[in-house]
């Protein structure tokens, strides 16, 4: 069955396709001159973002250019794009409104209700339905770009904010930390590639970003160098991974100090030589288990660091904000993430230490639910799935979904799908795909845009990772659905 691969636009170019750069900037450039008519008249410009690090990411991006243009605008953070929004703002009246990081996936909604609105579409999700004269839109999946991993929505807000005027190229480190937060860097040396590669030379060339291949632990700029080490799954390390005592005895062993004046050294205080011990040691214990060099050297990438933020803090390192941001979306707290990123700090960074420290242990206490509740994971015949009904928050399903397809707890083979009730009878439900799914081309946005709409729900997003809505009587059939159409997809490649 073909059904989950042919265009879905007129025009729509395959990601395989010859990508053609010139085509997507010049589509950038077509949207900021919309913009500036739009501030050359003096109009309200309503913003809409998504919740998540990219989405918070791309709504600051685009208020600090409207600031600098002295545009009036006002911001709106949403976790989709639905009838209701779509109501909502038809009955605020007419005036432009940009959506960042969504809005690709759901032309037609946009078409049938906001047509007499000018709309700018700045996005990366899969696009499905028809343009309109009424919409400018820039996504990279019309120039031969994989919206997944070479450019991100804060990434597409980038580029037209840089088109916007030269000078925002100081917002390209927000563009960076977006990617990442969308996981832009699945790729063996974490390196943000394509387009986002070009985003990040402008922040170099800014002195807002500095790029070094190193340690790849897991919070690097703020955790004790043991629990950074016990908290890194990706790889898998036997005897250390979550294992925060043992981590603290292997250090000491190897001679590492681990406090300096009373204080946690994090992995960005130690020196060149105490990074190379503890990679060798590491290195040997792998060898020991018999697992190949190549597992090692997936512990040092490239990482990218934001030089104008304070040392120490959470807005140093990008895969580190990237978290603080998404914390902020998934916990109700999205206007303070996009202040952050507007450049808001003392107070705001206050309260978004105390959100991040709530969200962690959110996450700490569902992912132990699911690994000691019997049946919560379910294994069907080409999925894996998780039941999150009546336990996992609908905001936090999706980042739940990410941690669980990048630990060791499940096989390689199946992408994982888990749902959880939502506001109204409705059905909330991520999927994420292995990149062994992605070899094989499966492309769970397409999957999920087909099933959702076969039962009257919304659903889409990126090849590796899509979520969905619709009504929760149809949980059992959907899942059978997506079950077969994941089926046929990775069989037809065998
Ligand atoms: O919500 P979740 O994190 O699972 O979403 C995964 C991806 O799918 C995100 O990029 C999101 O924007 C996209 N998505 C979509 N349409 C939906 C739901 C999610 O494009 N109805
Ligand atoms: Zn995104």
Redesign the pocket.
């Known amino acids: 069955m073909a059904c989950c691969f042919i265009s879905r636009v007129d025009g729509l170019m395959d990601s395989e396709n010859a990508s053609n750069p010139k085509a997507f900037y010049a589509s950038a450039a077509n949207a900021a001159e919309k913009i500036n008519e739009f501030v050359a008249k003096g109009q309200f410009i309503r913003v809409v973002s998504?919740l998540?690090a990219d989405g918070l990411t791309a709504a600051s991006i685009m208020a600090k250019s409207l600031y600098r243009l002295d545009a009036l605008f006002r911001i709106r953070i949403e976790k989709?794009l639905d009838e209701d929004l779509v109501e909502e703002l038809v009955a605020e009246g007419v005036s432009p409104i940009i959506f960042n990081?969504?809005g690709s996936?759901d032309l037609d909604l946009l078409k049938r209700r906001l047509s007499s609105n000018d709309i700018v579409v700045l996005d990366h999700?899969q696009p499905l339905g028809d343009t309109f004269p009424t919409l400018t839109q820039v996504n990279p999946h019309y120039h031969g770009f994989n919206g997944a991993q070479e450019i991100s929505g804060s990434g597409v807000a980038y580029t037209v904010a840089k088109e916007l005027n030269a000078s925002n190229a100081d917002l390209a480190s927000l563009a960076v930390v977006g990617a990442l937060g969308?996981s832009q860097d699945r790729n063996p040396k974490r390196e943000l590639r394509s387009l986002n590669q070009t985003i990040v030379a402008d922040g170099v060339e800014a002195g807002c970003l500095s790029v070094e291949n190193d340690l790849t632990f897991y919070g690097r700029e703020t955790r004790p160098v043991h629990k950074a080490l016990a908290y890194t799954t990706n790889p898998f390390l036997p005897g250390l991974s979550g294992e925060e005592d043992k981590c603290l005895g292997f250090l000491v062993n190897l001679g590492i100090k681990l406090q300096n004046g009373g204080r946690w050294r994090a992995v960005n205080d130690l020196n060149a030589d105490e990074k190379q011990k503890i990679f060798s040691e590491i290195a040997k214990l792998l060898s020991s288990k018999r697992l190949p060099d190549t597992v090692a050297l997936r512990l040092i990438g490239a990482v990218y660091t934001l030089i104008q933020e304070d040392r120490g803090t959470y807005l140093r390192d990008a895969r580190e904000y990237a978290s603080l941001l998404n914390a902020c979306g998934r916990m109700d707290k999205a206007g303070l993430g996009v202040s952050i990123g507007f450049g808001d700090r003392e107070r705001a960074l206050e309260e978004v230490q105390d959100v991040f420290t709530a969200y962690k242990k959110t996450l700490a206490e569902y992912m132990n639910w699911i690994t000691t509740t019997p049946n919560v994971i379910d294994e069907h015949k080409n999925i894996y799935l998780v039941n999150g009904r009546g336990t996992i928050n609908e905001n936090m399903?999706?980042?739940i979904?990410?941690i669980l397809i990048s630990s060791n707890i499940l096989a390689k083979d199946k992408p994982l799908i888990a749902l959880t009730s939502a506001e109204n009878d409705m059905l909330?439900i991520?999927?994420r795909a292995t990149s062994t799914n992605i070899e094989k081309k499966l492309n769970l946005?397409t999957i999920?845009q087909e099933a959702?709409a076969e039962f009257g729900g919304?659903?889409?997003?990126?090849d590796a990772?899509?979520?969905?809505?619709l009504h929760q009587k149809f949980a059992d059939e959907f899942v059978q659905r997506i079950d077969q159409l994941v089926g046929s997809s990775l069989n037809e490649k065998e």
């Open positions: 998504h998540d989709q990081d969504l996936g999700h969308d399903l999706g980042t979904t990410t909330k991520s999927g946005g999920f959702s919304t659903g889409g997003g990126h990772a899509a979520g969905a809505q």
